[in-house]
């Protein structure tokens, strides 16, 4: 308990009394000399008034001993003022409503540097460094913090108010457009969040229209900003007030040279306004075409087409007026035969033909060859002399065929089993992987299980412990705590209390909840059945149990007298791997008579009656017994009990739109909504497969019932034990990925941990069910880079191993590309990086392609060109036709512009 505070001088015993009056008449009495003797006393008191009015739960508040009042505080406020230094004062008191009359009055040494000190706390105590400007205290500062902490106005609302106060502002206000600010406090971030008049877009607009500031000077402060080259999202306000200013064609030309050299900017938005102006400026004739043609070429290398094309009409305008830069045009359009849209490299190519370019254009053609879209390679040969097509590419491309594999892999197959440590120092380097490496399961089964099995630890388990011992109290990780609470209780007795991982509504992960009850149950084991390795063990990777492995735990139990509590065999029986070898129920008969032996020969595919009294155990052997399918023999015995319990779930899923309003603006969301039939409903533990099915909440919010984090949680670890726990029933994690993914494409928030849904693609002894293969489609759609690369991976590695049906993923890939989810442009992305992993893919994509292109027949997608392009090379290089369904309705489709222009291509061929 914190000693109590007890005053000592007079002024701590006026400030301890909340005397204010008489405060203040002993720090007038007191020399100015003499005020820095009573510093160290000023900042105790501040400091435990400040801990005082947080630590409500302390009987001793914190040393205060009583519940700071609002006198105590002014009275601290005007000791540490007139004791104190600037940085005593900002840390405590920035806020204070007192601080601008203490300072009148006492005009003390902590005035000094207080402008600066309380900015650098923080910028939003810009409004008290303005009542201290206004009331002469302190001069102006100069700095960044000072400016980010201006921009901050805008949410206070008091900005008219300083302004009409401060004359001297209307001098330094445009530094604002000067500093980049903070991630909190920067132009961009405060005019999103702010709307109409308050924000500074407008303000400053307003200003210019009473003639405060010129639009030349805005203009030219912009221009300066965006010469900075900031980050994106800050640049982009700068690129929007440009417009804003709506600059006239004389203020534009005068500043010509600066929009050249914007043009290379690391900054797309920033380029992309540069063109417009230059496009613009061009009738006037006003930039000189060598200088022009020079600053267009870092634009070559742009990767948004529509840059690319810009620039090319810039160019043509250059040769047109001035014919002799054609080689020097040439030199730079080259360049963009890099591009990945073939629409670029055909209009780069007409420009070649028509500029030539001299004896060097062969040269410096021959690098870009191989990118080359088929569509144009009879054009590009023509240019680089290279002649009729090779008889080799005329065929369809050497590999095509590549054999696929057989589809999953065995789970229980020798290369995917789980080798115990083989010795104390082996468990010991084990353990302290998993403290490191939370999320991996695998290493968390081993270790767990080779301790509970090494039960009751001898000496040397206990002195090689040590480390760890120590190591376990600072692990972080959830999966990695539980671990460390089984060797603390293991190796000392004591069972530490689990610290749950909560989502953003306060809830704990079931999957943590459900590992938690494991370990606990594994405790009492090692207690209760000393060497005998845990039921639920897995020994294959992904969580799987091997049925020998399992029956030859059962007869060990048996022999020892040991009874196994019914949640650890439900959890066994579920982590059951499926498998087709007769000889395995025989040996399950062997076994002697117990519900957990029929549960386990029931799941096997002996021939006996389910039990109605054990419920819980038949139950989780016919998820074994019936994988994704109805036990309809237990359905008659025990009726609906919810999804995966006699009946297998499924899933309907539809895209629900709706629009909302803010700021004046429309916006439209979209959001992927999973029905599971049968309906959830509340199940108890034992009945863990029902049980991980969500069941929503009277009262539960749109929101929430979005973006319900699953079974798993927000922590990847706990993602991933979320699958390990329930391996032979995938459907359910899958679709938890579903609904977290699908429903976070734009990548509105950060979820780190909804990788593992689909890295779970990339086991080969997962079978892909439907909802793996929604997810599948759903992650080739994802904005996050990490997330769009491994469902890339997977697309390759499933159509590899002969793991993905291709019209299950063409169907599910046309109903989602007619919804307004998921954006054709990424699609595109994740094809043409899944055809340079590995071009044999390409049987896959061209019939995926074929069915997304009419996805929406009455009104083709945004972006169709973008698919319709890659539809139109692999037809090309590899022979593919057109299916005569997929024929019809695209000789139908209203399709325009570059979309209609590759339909009819498509059609010809």
């Not at 399961?441 to 099995?453: H, T």
């Not at 990847?716 to 329930?726: D, G, I, N, Q, T």
Request: hydrophobic letters at 45%.
């Amino acid at each position: 308990m914190a000693t109590i505070f007890s005053p000592a001088t007079p002024l701590e015993q006026a400030v301890h009394a909340g005397d204010v009056a008489q405060t203040l008449a002993l720090l007038r009495a007191l020399p100015r000399e003499e005020r820095a003797r009573h510093r160290a006393s000023a900042r105790r008191m501040a400091k435990l008034l400040d801990e005082a009015r947080w630590k409500i739960d302390d009987p001793a508040r914190g040393g205060w001993g009583m519940p700071p009042s609002d006198a105590q505080n002014s009275a601290g406020v005007a000791v540490l003022v007139a004791c104190g230094t600037a940085q005593d004062v900002a840390s405590r008191f920035g806020w204070s409503k007192e601080l601008v009359a203490l300072c009148g009055e006492f005009r003390p040494d902590s005035l000094h540097g207080l402008a600066d000190a309380l900015l650098a706390q923080n910028p939003r105590l810009v409004e008290t460094v303005q009542d201290l400007i206004v009331a002469g205290l302190v001069t102006r500062p100069d700095s960044d913090d000072y400016f980010t902490g201006l921009i901050s106005l805008a949410y206070t609302g008091r900005f008219a108010e300083l302004w009409a106060a401060d004359a001297g502002l209307r001098d330094v206000l445009p530094g604002i457009m000067a500093v980049e600010g903070s991630s909190e406090f920067n132009l961009a971030a405060v005019d999103k969040y702010t709307g109409g008049h308050a924000n500074w877009s407008a303000t400053l607009r307003r200003l210019c229209g009473e003639g405060v500031y010129s639009k030349a000077f805005l203009l030219d402060r912009t221009l300066d900003a965006l010469e900075r080259d900031w980050p994106q999202f800050r640049t982009g306000w700068f690129s929007r007030f440009h417009a804003e200013l709506e600059p006239d064609s004389a203020l534009l030309a005068g500043r010509a040279p600066r929009y050249l050299a914007l043009c290379h900017s690391r900054i797309p938005p920033t380029v992309t306004l540069a063109l417009a102006v230059l496009k613009r400026l061009e009738p006037l004739q006003v930039i000189d075409d060598a200088a022009l043609l020079d600053a267009l070429r870092p634009v070559m290398h742009a990767s948004a087409k529509g840059k690319v094309l810009a620039a090319l009409k810039l160019i043509d305008g250059c040769v047109q007026r001035s014919p002799a830069l054609g080689v020097e045009a040439v030199d730079v359009i080259v360049a963009a035969l890099v591009h990945d849209s073939a629409d670029v490299q055909g209009q780069v190519l007409q420009r070649l033909a028509r500029w030539r370019g001299g004896a060097q254009l062969v040269e410096r053609l021959s690098p870009y060859a191989d990118g080359i879209a088929a569509v144009h390679r009879a054009a590009f040969r023509a240019l680089s002399g290279a002649g009729d097509v090779p008889p080799e590419e005329a065929e369809v491309a050497a590999g095509a065929d590549a054999t696929r594999g057989p589809g999953p892999v065995s789970p229980v197959e020798d290369a995917r089993r789980l080798e115990p440590p083989a010795d104390p120092d082996a468990l010991v380097a084990l353990i302290a992987h998993v403290f490191e490496n939370d999320a991996d399961i695998d290493a968390f089964e081993m270790a767990a299980a080779a301790l509970v099995q090494a039960a009751p630890l001898d000496a040397l388990h206990l002195e090689r412990l040590g480390p760890v011992i120590k190591r376990g109290p600072r692990v972080r990780g959830p999966v990695a705590r539980e671990l460390a609470r089984l060797v603390t209780a293991l190796t000392t007795g004591a069972f530490p209390a689990m610290q749950p991982a909560r989502d953003e509504h306060g809830a704990a992960s079931p999957s943590q909840q459900c590992l938690a009850a494991r370990t606990e149950a594994w405790r009492r084991l090692a207690k209760r059945g000393p060497g005998l390795p845990p039921l639920s063990a897995a020994t294959h990777r992904g969580g799987f149990i091997a049925a020998r492995a399992l029956i030859a735990r059962a007869l060990q139990y048996h022999r020892a007298g040991v009874d196994v509590e019914l949640d650890e065999q439900v959890r066994a029986l579920l982590r059951l791997a499926p498998t087709g070898e007769p000889d395995l129920v025989e040996a399950a008969r062997a076994l002697p008579d117990t519900p957990f032996a029929r549960a386990l020969r029931y799941g096997l595919g002996d021939d006996l009656a389910p039990d109605a009294d054990h419920a819980a155990l038949f139950a989780a052997a016919a998820r074994i017994r019936c994988p994704g399918a109805d036990d309809r023999t237990l359905l008659a015995m025990l009726g609906d009990i919810g999804p995966d319990g006699p009946l297998a779930a499924r899933y309907r899923w539809r895209v629900d739109t709706w629009t909302s309003e803010a700021f004046g603006k429309t916006y439209r969301h979209a959001a992927i909504i999973l029905e599971t039939a049968p309906a959830p409903r509340p199940a108890t533990w034992e009945l863990l497969a029902v049980h991980r099915h969500h069941v929503a909440m009277p009262g539960e919010t749109r929101w929430r019932a979005l973006h319900h984090p699953g079974f798993g949680g927000r922590e990847e670890s706990l993602v991933r034990m979320s699958a390990a726990l329930l391996p032979a029933c995938q459907e359910a994690y899958f679709a938890d990925g579903v609904r977290t993914i699908g429903n976070n494409l734009d990548w509105w928030q950060a979820q780190w941990a909804d990788k593992a849904y689909l890295e779970r693609l990339l086991d080969p002894a997962v079978a892909m069910g439907p909802m793996a293969v929604l997810l599948l489609a759903l992650g080739l759609a994802a904005k996050e880079p990490g997330q769009q690369a491994l469902a890339v991976d997977a697309l390759v590695a499933t159509w590899r191993e002969g793991r993905i049906d291709p019209d299950a993923l063409a169907t599910q890939l046309r109903a989602l590309s007619a919804t307004p989810l998921v954006k054709a442009s990424r699609y595109a992305r994740s094809f043409r990086a899944a055809l340079r992993i590995d071009p044999a893919t390409h049987p896959l994509l061209f019939r995926l392609l074929c069915e997304m292109a009419v996805a929406s027949p009455a009104e083709p997608q945004r972006d169709l060109a973008l698919l319709l392009e890659i539809l139109l090379e692999l037809a090309l290089v590899h022979g593919h036709a057109l299916p005569d369904a997929i024929r019809m309705i695209l000789r139908d489709m209203p399709a325009r512009g570059r979309a209609g222009q590759l339909s009819r291509q498509l059609l010809a061929g």
